[in-house]
């Protein structure tokens, strides 16, 4: 008996050694996902106010639902959705969501809406409960003059194999169209305009759908798709920065001067878009003096506005006739300048 007993103790004894000699292995530290926002250009910067001092700072955000689109044989079960909503906020360190890496061996296709975080609390983002990162619904509404913010929506690819982490540039496309207005007079300080109104579509429903379980090769360009259902029209002022003074206007020369900084405006065909420019116009008499008279000019928009586009209207005033040209590019930021208060 006293023997049995020994042996027991010894061979716990072993089996206590044996197990202490066994190494332990723990996946490794888990990595934050950071995303680097672009906007079709090679500078990781991106804006959503139109107004104020540009690009995105400390409290602006994007907000991220992810799908795991692939995973190796030992994690098939991950399959389907990752994260949910998730605000991905600038800091000094970067963009970054405080979401993680899982740690199987994945494909992961990010959805993204960007939203402001300031004032403007007028943009509604609500995302598929079944499939969060395949489809979202924004409703924007309460647009007026002072509180004009650019949306845009996009993704990207992320991957985890046995190389690393992998994840390329969040790339935005704008959903809205951006209205510009430039006038120059035909004889230096004839016309002064005092303000620019524009009658179109600022408010409504977005729906951008993405190929969120797709593995495939990524692109960009045709991961995400959006169209929008307009509210009725209203007429808003384009607010103009340049000015000086208390006059909201600006007295023209010969030379061609941009006037505020536009308006955000809904991508539409319709006939009832119109521009509306209330401006005077000095006449010299006879006797030396001049006499001021005060006009209001209509023009319809006549081009359809495209989404992500940019369009300009150029006017020359005389004293008798009004000319208008329209240029339209694509809407890019260029070297991290907010492009949309030039």
Same mark, same amino acid.
């Given at each position: 008996?006293?023997?049995?007993?020994?042996? /027991?103790?010894? !061979? $716990?004894?072993?089996?206590?050694?044996?197990?202490?000699?066994? +190494?332990?292995?723990?996946?490794?530290? #888990? @990595?934050?996902?950071?995303?680097?926002?672009?906007?079709?250009?090679?500078?990781?910067v991106?804006?959503?106010?139109?107004?104020?001092?540009?690009?995105?700072?400390?409290?602006?955000?994007?907000?991220?639902?992810?799908?795991?689109?692939?995973?190796?044989?030992?994690?098939?079960?991950?399959?389907?959705?990752?994260?949910?909503?998730i605000?991905?906020?600038?800091?000094?360190?970067?963009?970054?969501?405080?979401?993680?890496?899982?740690?199987?061996?994945?494909?992961?296709?990010?959805?993204?809406? /960007?939203?402001? !975080? $300031?004032?403007?609390?007028?943009?509604?983002?609500?995302?598929? +409960?079944?499939?969060?990162?395949?489809? #979202? @619904?924004?409703?924007?509404?309460?647009?007026?003059?002072?509180?004009?913010?650019?949306?845009?929506?996009?993704?990207?690819?992320?991957?985890?194999?046995?190389n690393?982490?992998h994840?390329?540039?969040?790339?935005?496309?704008?959903?809205?169209?951006?209205?510009?207005?430039?006038?120059?007079?035909?004889?230096?300080?004839?016309?002064?305009?005092?303000?620019?109104?524009?009658?179109?579509?600022?408010?409504?429903?977005?729906?951008?759908?993405?190929?969120?379980?797709?593995?495939?090769?990524?692109?960009?360009?045709?991961?995400?798709?959006?169209?929008?259902?307009?509210?009725?029209?209203? +007429?808003?002022?384009?607010?103009?920065?340049?000015?000086?003074?208390?006059?909201?206007?600006?007295?023209?020369?010969?030379?061609?001067?941009?006037?505020?900084?536009?308006?955000?405006?809904?991508?539409?065909?319709?006939?009832?878009?119109?521009?509306?420019?209330?401006?005077?116009?000095?006449?010299?008499?006879?006797?030396?003096?001049?006499?001021?008279?005060?006009?209001v000019?209509?023009?319809?928009?006549?081009?359809?506005?495209?989404?992500?586009?940019?369009?300009t209207?150029?006017?020359?005033?005389?004293?008798?006739?009004?000319?208008?040209?329209t240029?339209?590019v694509?809407?890019?930021?260029?070297n991290?300048?907010?492009?949309?208060i030039?």
């Amino acid at each position: 008996m006293k023997n049995n007993v020994l042996l /027991t103790c010894i !061979l $716990g004894l072993g089996l206590l050694a044996s197990c202490s000699k066994v +190494e332990v292995q723990y996946p490794e530290q #888990a @990595k934050e996902i950071k995303l680097t926002p672009v906007v079709e250009s090679s500078n990781p910067v991106t804006k959503v106010p139109v107004l104020g001092s540009g690009g995105m700072v400390v409290g602006d955000m994007f907000l991220v639902s992810s799908y795991i689109a692939k995973s190796d044989n030992q994690h098939k079960g991950a399959f389907g959705n990752f994260f949910t909503n998730i605000p991905f906020l600038h800091t000094s360190n970067g963009w970054s969501g405080g979401q993680y890496w899982p740690f199987s061996h994945c494909v992961i296709n990010f959805s993204a809406i /960007t939203k402001q !975080l $300031g004032s403007n609390r007028k943009v509604e983002i609500v995302w598929d +409960e079944e499939h969060p990162a395949s489809h #979202a @619904k924004v409703t924007l509404t309460g647009n007026d003059d002072n509180s004009q913010m650019d949306l845009m929506y996009g993704g990207t690819r992320g991957v985890y194999d046995e190389n690393g982490y992998h994840v390329q540039p969040l790339q935005f496309k704008h959903t809205l169209c951006w209205i510009n207005f430039k006038f120059k007079a035909s004889k230096d300080n004839i016309v002064s305009i005092k303000k620019v109104l524009v009658k179109a579509n600022y408010n409504g429903v977005l729906d951008v759908d993405f190929n969120y379980d797709d593995y495939g090769e990524f692109n960009a360009d045709t991961y995400s798709t959006a169209t929008w259902t307009p509210d009725e029209m209203q +007429e808003m002022a384009v607010l103009n920065h340049s000015y000086t003074g208390e006059a909201l206007g600006i007295t023209l020369n010969t030379t061609m001067t941009s006037f505020g900084g536009g308006l955000m405006a809904i991508p539409s065909s319709s006939p009832e878009r119109v521009f509306t420019i209330i401006y005077t116009v000095k006449t010299p008499t006879g006797d030396g003096n001049t006499i001021e008279k005060e006009y209001v000019y209509e023009q319809p928009a006549l081009i359809e506005w495209k989404m992500g586009m940019r369009y300009t209207y150029q006017f020359e005033f005389s004293a008798s006739t009004i000319s208008m040209q329209t240029t339209n590019v694509e809407w890019v930021d260029q070297n991290g300048v907010d492009s949309s208060i030039n």
